[in-house]
């Protein structure tokens, strides 16, 4: 049964950094593709950075520059590691898990994905 659990989210100020994590279990995280969505008040869900099984990783471009998406094998983890935060970054966070398969198009189509964790809050103050 795959589980994803975050955590790292909090409170910030403007320009400061967190860092997000995500532990599986049920699969291994380097055979899979995964990555973090967010979804702020009244707004869609929206991918924000992706990874497959073969490393490569994918950014919206709010984020380019500022997120950085990681894995490590050893603990299963997935992370997002987020500088230079702004208030516009303010909202839940989730990771996300599917096959990596052909039949899938980009990391960020939301509907592709068949395991979420709980969410995280991120709150970015000006």
């Known amino acids: 049964q795959v589980q994803l659990v975050e955590s790292g989210g909090g409170s910030v100020q403007s320009g400061g950094s967190l860092r997000l994590s995500c532990a599986a279990s049920?699969?291994?995280?380097?055979?899979?593709?995964m990555a973090w969505f967010r979804q702020a008040r009244d707004k869609e869900r929206e991918g924000v950075a992706g990874?497959?099984?073969?490393?490569?990783?994918s950014y919206t471009d709010s984020v380019k520059g500022r997120f950085t998406i990681s894995r490590d094998n050893a603990k299963n983890t997935l992370y997002l590691q987020m500088n230079s935060l702004k208030p516009e970054d303010t909202a839940m966070y989730y990771c996300?898990?599917?096959?990596?398969?052909?039949?899938?198009?980009?990391?960020?189509?939301?509907?592709?994905?068949?395991?979420w964790g709980q969410g995280t809050q991120v709150t970015v103050s000006s």
């Open positions: 996300a898990v599917r096959p990596c398969s052909r039949r899938y198009g980009n990391l960020f189509t939301a509907q592709d994905y068949n395991g």
């Open positions: 049920g699969y291994t995280v380097t055979a899979s593709c």
């Open positions: 990874i497959d099984s073969y490393g490569f990783t």
